[in-house]
Nanobody
Framework: QGQLTESGGGSVQAGESLKLSCADS????????LAWFRQVPGKELEGVAA????????????SVKGRFIISSGISEDTPKATVTLQMNSLKPDDTAMYYC???????????????????WGQGTQVTVSS
């Protein structure tokens, strides 16, 4: 496993879309969970969405269900992991720093303990104005 690098953040109006991407520079076993968390100042990290490479299962926090779509490029044949988060119908409450993270094994969604995740990216800011 290498470093995680996020991209795609920015500032948009409510109702618009953004797509976040996260790439792992190293090898990652396909039985890993790849997740997106977000954090606003003064609050805990919140699990937004996750995908388990072992069987493709996806998980969402209730606050983003139906609006966000997570997808992963990891498989047994492509150990270089990528994970994207398509964010549609954005709301001001979605404003946060978004981080991708990985861990070996299951995703522990909903409401995951972020301490279970072992590797983190540097974060990308998403700002949604009304």
């Amino acid at each position: 496993q290498g470093q995680l690098t996020e991209s795609g953040g920015g500032s948009v109006q409510a109702g618009e879309s953004l797509k976040l991407s996260c790439a792992d520079s190293g090898y990652i076993h396909h039985k890993y969970c790849l997740a997106w968390f977000r954090q606003v100042p003064g609050k805990e990290l919140e699990g937004v969405a996750a995908v388990y490479g072992g069987d493709g299962s996806v998980y969402y926090d209730n606050s983003v269900k139906g609006r966000f779509i997570i997808s992963s490029g990891i498989s047994e044949d492509t150990p270089k992991a990528t994970v994207t988060l398509q964010m549609n119908s954005l709301k001001p409450d979605d404003t946060a720093m978004y981080y991708c993270a990985t861990r070996a094994g299951g995703c522990y969604f909903p409401s995951p303990d972020h301490r279970r995740y072992t590797t983190w990216g540097q974060g990308t800011q998403v700002t949604v104005s009304s």
